[in-house]
Protein backbone atom coordinates (compact mmCIF):
# COMPACT_ATOMS: atom_id res chain seq x y z
CA UNK A 1 0.00 0.00 0.00
CA UNK A 2 1.37 3.82 -0.47
CA UNK A 3 2.02 6.15 1.83
CA UNK A 4 -1.51 8.53 2.52
CA UNK A 5 -0.38 11.68 0.94
CA UNK A 6 -2.27 14.84 2.17
CA UNK A 7 -1.77 18.37 -0.01
CA UNK A 8 -1.25 21.40 2.22
CA UNK A 9 -1.16 25.20 0.80
CA UNK A 10 -2.09 28.28 2.52
CA UNK A 11 -4.18 30.20 -0.40
CA UNK A 12 -5.63 33.76 -0.66
CA UNK A 13 -9.23 34.15 -1.21
CA UNK A 14 -8.20 33.95 -5.19
CA UNK A 15 -6.74 30.86 -4.70
CA UNK A 16 -3.14 32.37 -4.81
CA UNK A 17 -0.39 30.24 -3.11
CA UNK A 18 2.08 33.42 -3.09
CA UNK A 19 2.13 37.35 -3.42
CA UNK A 20 -0.57 37.41 0.19
CA UNK A 21 0.96 37.66 3.78
CA UNK A 22 0.98 33.69 4.82
CA UNK A 23 1.49 32.84 8.23
CA UNK A 24 4.23 30.75 7.95
CA UNK A 25 4.53 29.40 11.27
CA UNK A 26 0.96 28.43 11.21
CA UNK A 27 1.27 26.62 7.96
CA UNK A 28 3.76 24.34 9.18
CA UNK A 29 2.11 23.88 13.00
CA UNK A 30 -0.97 22.66 10.92
CA UNK A 31 1.38 20.49 8.70
CA UNK A 32 3.31 18.64 10.96
CA UNK A 33 0.03 17.99 12.83
CA UNK A 34 -0.72 15.22 10.43
CA UNK A 35 2.23 13.82 12.17
CA UNK A 36 4.07 12.80 9.28
CA UNK A 37 7.01 10.64 8.71
CA UNK A 38 7.91 12.77 5.27
CA UNK A 39 7.78 16.27 3.77
CA UNK A 40 7.56 16.74 -0.32
CA UNK A 41 8.79 19.44 -1.32
CA UNK A 42 8.92 19.99 -5.00
CA UNK A 43 12.76 21.89 -6.40
CA UNK A 44 11.02 25.50 -7.29
CA UNK A 45 9.36 25.98 -3.62
CA UNK A 46 12.57 24.96 -2.11
CA UNK A 47 14.84 27.07 -4.20
CA UNK A 48 12.08 30.01 -3.30
CA UNK A 49 12.51 29.27 0.02
CA UNK A 50 16.11 29.74 1.02
CA UNK A 51 15.71 32.84 -1.41
CA UNK A 52 12.94 34.21 0.62
CA UNK A 53 14.04 33.23 3.80
CA UNK A 54 17.39 32.68 4.18
CA UNK A 55 20.87 34.11 2.85
CA UNK A 56 20.99 32.08 -0.05
CA UNK A 57 25.45 33.06 -0.33
CA UNK A 58 25.75 31.16 2.68
CA UNK A 59 28.20 28.64 2.41
CA UNK A 60 28.15 25.04 2.96
CA UNK A 61 30.79 24.18 5.69
CA UNK A 62 32.47 20.88 6.20
CA UNK A 63 29.85 19.37 8.63
CA UNK A 64 27.51 19.93 6.19
CA UNK A 65 28.43 16.87 3.87
CA UNK A 66 27.95 14.18 6.45
CA UNK A 67 24.16 12.98 7.17
CA UNK A 68 23.33 13.17 10.22
CA UNK A 69 22.83 9.68 12.34
CA UNK A 70 19.07 8.42 12.29
CA UNK A 71 17.59 7.40 15.35
CA UNK A 72 14.36 5.34 15.45
CA UNK A 73 13.10 7.47 18.24
CA UNK A 74 13.46 10.60 16.24
CA UNK A 75 9.51 11.68 15.72
CA UNK A 76 10.88 14.38 12.93
CA UNK A 77 9.76 14.25 9.49
CA UNK A 78 12.04 13.55 6.57
CA UNK A 79 12.31 16.04 4.00
CA UNK A 80 11.68 14.43 0.47
CA UNK A 81 12.83 16.73 -2.34
CA UNK A 82 11.43 16.19 -6.47
CA UNK A 83 14.49 17.55 -8.12
CA UNK A 84 14.89 15.64 -11.33
CA UNK A 85 16.85 18.64 -12.98
CA UNK A 86 19.39 19.24 -9.82
CA UNK A 87 17.96 22.32 -9.23
CA UNK A 88 19.13 22.14 -5.26
CA UNK A 89 22.91 21.33 -6.72
CA UNK A 90 24.82 23.35 -4.19
CA UNK A 91 21.85 24.19 -2.22
CA UNK A 92 20.78 21.27 -0.16
CA UNK A 93 22.77 21.75 3.09
CA UNK A 94 20.22 24.53 3.91
CA UNK A 95 18.31 21.98 3.98
CA UNK A 96 19.99 19.46 6.07
CA UNK A 97 20.83 22.41 9.05
CA UNK A 98 16.92 22.48 9.53
CA UNK A 99 15.80 21.53 12.74
CA UNK A 100 12.23 20.28 12.17
CA UNK A 101 13.53 17.98 9.11
CA UNK A 102 15.79 14.81 10.91
CA UNK A 103 17.02 13.92 7.51
CA UNK A 104 17.13 14.89 3.17
CA UNK A 105 16.22 12.62 0.42
CA UNK A 106 16.45 13.50 -2.76
CA UNK A 107 14.15 11.99 -5.75
CA UNK A 108 15.47 12.13 -9.10
CA UNK A 109 15.00 10.59 -13.16
CA UNK A 110 17.10 8.99 -15.93
CA UNK A 111 17.73 12.72 -16.91
CA UNK A 112 19.02 13.50 -13.83
CA UNK A 113 22.93 14.92 -14.07
CA UNK A 114 25.83 13.23 -13.16
CA UNK A 115 27.25 15.91 -11.56
CA UNK A 116 24.37 16.15 -9.27
CA UNK A 117 24.44 12.42 -8.38
CA UNK A 118 28.13 12.95 -7.28
CA UNK A 119 27.21 15.92 -5.45
CA UNK A 120 24.08 13.81 -3.46
CA UNK A 121 26.28 10.85 -3.03
CA UNK A 122 29.84 12.84 -1.88
CA UNK A 123 27.39 14.36 0.59
CA UNK A 124 25.75 11.29 1.62
CA UNK A 125 22.28 12.37 0.61
CA UNK A 126 20.36 9.00 0.61
CA UNK A 127 18.37 9.49 -3.48
CA UNK A 128 15.77 7.43 -5.32
CA UNK A 129 16.28 7.06 -9.09
CA UNK A 130 13.16 6.43 -10.70
CA UNK A 131 11.27 7.45 -13.75
CA UNK A 132 12.43 8.51 -17.00
CA UNK A 133 12.19 12.08 -18.05
CA UNK A 134 11.21 13.18 -14.52
CA UNK A 135 10.11 11.51 -11.23
CA UNK A 136 8.09 8.64 -11.51
CA UNK A 137 6.15 9.99 -8.28
CA UNK A 138 4.01 6.78 -7.23
CA UNK A 139 7.45 4.35 -7.48
CA UNK A 140 9.48 6.87 -5.37
CA UNK A 141 6.83 7.36 -2.58
CA UNK A 142 6.01 2.60 -2.88
CA UNK A 143 9.63 3.07 -2.62
CA UNK A 144 9.71 5.80 0.69
CA UNK A 145 7.02 3.17 2.20
CA UNK A 146 9.13 0.30 2.16
CA UNK A 147 12.84 1.61 3.06
CA UNK A 148 12.07 4.96 5.11
CA UNK A 149 9.41 3.87 6.58
CA UNK A 150 7.04 6.48 5.20
CA UNK A 151 2.90 5.98 6.31
CA UNK A 152 2.31 9.30 5.85
CA UNK A 153 3.28 12.16 3.68
CA UNK A 154 2.44 16.09 3.87
CA UNK A 155 3.40 18.13 0.52
CA UNK A 156 4.86 21.62 0.72
CA UNK A 157 4.86 22.55 -2.54
CA UNK A 158 2.88 24.73 -4.88
CA UNK A 159 0.92 24.05 -8.25
CA UNK A 160 2.87 22.36 -10.49
CA UNK A 161 3.90 19.21 -8.33
CA UNK A 162 0.01 19.38 -6.31
CA UNK A 163 -1.74 19.35 -10.08
CA UNK A 164 0.58 15.94 -10.67
CA UNK A 165 -0.39 14.45 -7.32
CA UNK A 166 -3.55 15.11 -8.05
CA UNK A 167 -3.80 14.32 -11.93
CA UNK A 168 -1.94 10.92 -11.41
CA UNK A 169 -4.45 10.19 -8.11
CA UNK A 170 -1.95 9.67 -5.86
CA UNK A 171 -3.29 12.72 -3.56
CA UNK A 172 -5.42 11.33 -0.83
CA UNK A 173 -6.05 14.70 0.98
CA UNK A 174 -6.29 18.37 0.33
CA UNK A 175 -5.31 20.26 3.50
CA UNK A 176 -6.18 24.31 3.04
CA UNK A 177 -5.43 27.21 5.53
CA UNK A 178 -7.72 29.36 3.79
CA UNK A 179 -6.71 33.18 4.38
CA UNK A 180 -8.75 36.21 4.62
CA UNK A 181 -6.87 38.27 1.71
CA UNK A 182 -7.09 38.77 -2.37
CA UNK A 183 -3.37 38.53 -3.68
CA UNK A 184 -4.66 39.93 -7.15
CA UNK A 185 -3.13 39.09 -10.40
CA UNK A 186 -1.42 35.76 -9.10
CA UNK A 187 0.42 34.01 -12.07
CA UNK A 188 -0.09 30.51 -10.74
CA UNK A 189 -3.28 29.10 -8.49
CA UNK A 190 -3.19 26.76 -6.32
CA UNK A 191 -5.50 24.21 -8.88
CA UNK A 192 -5.50 26.36 -11.73
CA UNK A 193 -3.29 23.22 -13.87
CA UNK A 194 -5.36 20.16 -12.62
CA UNK A 195 -6.98 19.61 -15.87
CA UNK A 196 -9.33 16.41 -14.76
CA UNK A 197 -12.39 17.01 -12.08
CA UNK A 198 -12.37 15.60 -8.71
CA UNK A 199 -14.89 15.16 -6.30
CA UNK A 200 -14.18 15.65 -2.54
CA UNK A 201 -16.09 15.02 0.95
CA UNK A 202 -15.22 17.16 3.32
CA UNK A 203 -13.75 15.69 6.41
CA UNK A 204 -13.09 18.77 8.93
CA UNK A 205 -13.54 22.69 9.19
CA UNK A 206 -12.12 24.96 11.75
CA UNK A 207 -11.68 28.67 13.02
CA UNK A 208 -7.84 29.71 13.34
CA UNK A 209 -7.57 33.15 14.30
CA UNK A 210 -7.55 36.14 12.73
CA UNK A 211 -9.74 34.96 9.68
CA UNK A 212 -8.16 31.82 8.71
CA UNK A 213 -10.24 29.36 8.12
CA UNK A 214 -8.83 25.43 8.07
CA UNK A 215 -10.37 23.30 5.37
CA UNK A 216 -9.43 18.96 5.21
CA UNK A 217 -11.24 17.24 2.26
CA UNK A 218 -10.98 13.89 1.03
CA UNK A 219 -10.76 13.00 -2.63
CA UNK A 220 -13.46 10.50 -3.64
CA UNK A 221 -11.74 8.15 -5.16
N1 LIG B 1 1.15 28.85 -0.12
C1 LIG B 1 1.63 27.63 0.01
O1 LIG B 1 1.10 26.82 0.75
C2 LIG B 1 2.87 27.25 -0.75
C3 LIG B 1 3.52 26.04 -0.43
C4 LIG B 1 4.63 25.68 -1.18
C5 LIG B 1 5.06 26.51 -2.23
N2 LIG B 1 4.41 27.66 -2.49
C6 LIG B 1 4.86 28.55 -3.60
O2 LIG B 1 4.69 27.84 -4.83
C7 LIG B 1 5.65 28.30 -5.76
C8 LIG B 1 6.33 27.13 -6.44
O3 LIG B 1 5.37 26.29 -6.99
P1 LIG B 1 5.71 25.41 -8.29
O4 LIG B 1 4.55 24.54 -8.52
O5 LIG B 1 6.21 26.31 -9.37
O6 LIG B 1 6.97 24.56 -7.84
P2 LIG B 1 7.16 23.25 -6.96
O7 LIG B 1 6.23 23.23 -5.82
O8 LIG B 1 8.59 23.22 -6.63
O9 LIG B 1 6.79 22.09 -7.98
C9 LIG B 1 7.67 21.81 -9.03
C10 LIG B 1 8.35 20.49 -8.72
O10 LIG B 1 7.42 19.48 -9.00
C11 LIG B 1 7.99 18.52 -9.86
N3 LIG B 1 6.96 18.08 -10.78
C12 LIG B 1 6.00 18.84 -11.38
N4 LIG B 1 5.24 18.07 -12.17
C13 LIG B 1 5.72 16.81 -12.07
C14 LIG B 1 5.35 15.58 -12.65
N5 LIG B 1 4.34 15.49 -13.51
N6 LIG B 1 6.05 14.48 -12.32
C15 LIG B 1 7.08 14.56 -11.47
N7 LIG B 1 7.49 15.71 -10.87
C16 LIG B 1 6.81 16.82 -11.18
C17 LIG B 1 9.11 19.24 -10.58
O11 LIG B 1 10.06 18.27 -10.88
P3 LIG B 1 11.34 18.47 -11.82
O12 LIG B 1 12.48 18.26 -10.92
O13 LIG B 1 11.24 17.41 -12.82
O14 LIG B 1 11.25 19.85 -12.40
C18 LIG B 1 9.59 20.23 -9.54
O15 LIG B 1 10.53 19.64 -8.68
C19 LIG B 1 6.64 29.14 -4.98
O16 LIG B 1 6.40 30.49 -5.26
C20 LIG B 1 6.33 28.85 -3.54
O17 LIG B 1 6.60 29.94 -2.70
C21 LIG B 1 3.33 28.04 -1.77
Not at 67 to 77: I, M, T, V, W
Not at 150 to 162: F, K
Not at 177 to 185: D, F, R, Y
Amino acid sequence: MPPRVIIHNTVSLDNAVFGFDIDIGLHYQVLLSYRPEAMLVGSATAKTGIEMFLNIDEQEEPADRHRPPQSPEDARPIGVFVDSRGVLHGLLHFYRRLEHIRDVVVLVSGTTPEAYLAYLREREYPYIRCGEERVDLRAALQELRENFGVDTMVTDSGSGLNAALMEQRIADEISLIVTPAIAGNAPKTLFGSVQTPCDLELLSSAKLGEGRVHLHYRFRK
